[in-house]
Nanobody, 127 residues
Framework: QVQLGQSGGGSVQAGGSLRLSCVAYGSHYVHFCMGWFRQAPGKKREGVATIDDNGRSTYADSVKGRFTISGEEAKNTLYLQMNSLKPEDTAMYYC?????????????????????WGRGTQVTVSS
């Protein structure tokens, strides 16, 4: 059984930066497709970024050039570095993992493909 433990997040002014972390317990990190999703109040959960076990990443158009997803195999840890934050980035952010060879736009757009979820961490960006 895999458990995902999240940390990071918080409140920041527009233009600022935050980093989210997600540790995978219970299985070896490199067999996963891993990703970050977010859900704002009253909105559907949306994919932010994915990364496969070869380090290939996929991003939502809304965060390209501002967010970076990365992984640290030795620590079984996934990161999301968020720069140039905007008020519209305000949401609950979730890390997710799936045993999947495919780890691109299909996975980014379909949260039903993911087997394991973190509990979420709040990110609030003020203008």
């Amino acid at each position: 059984q895999v458990q995902l433990g999240q940390s990071g997040g918080g409140s920041v002014q527009a233009g600022g930066s935050l980093r989210l972390s997600c540790v995978a317990y219970g299985s070896h990190y490199v067999h996963f497709c891993m990703g970050w999703f977010r859900q704002a109040p009253g909105k559907k959960r949306e994919g932010v970024a994915t990364i496969d076990d070869n380090g290939r990443s996929t991003y939502a158009d809304s965060v390209k050039g501002r967010f970076t997803i990365s992984g640290e195999e030795a620590k079984n840890t996934l990161y999301l570095q968020m720069n140039s934050l905007k008020p519209e980035d305000t949401a609950m952010y979730y890390c997710a993992a799936a045993y999947s060879v495919s780890c691109g736009y299909d996975e980014l757009r379909d949260d039903g493909r993911w087997s394991y979820w973190g509990r979420g961490t709040q990110v609030t960006v003020s203008s």
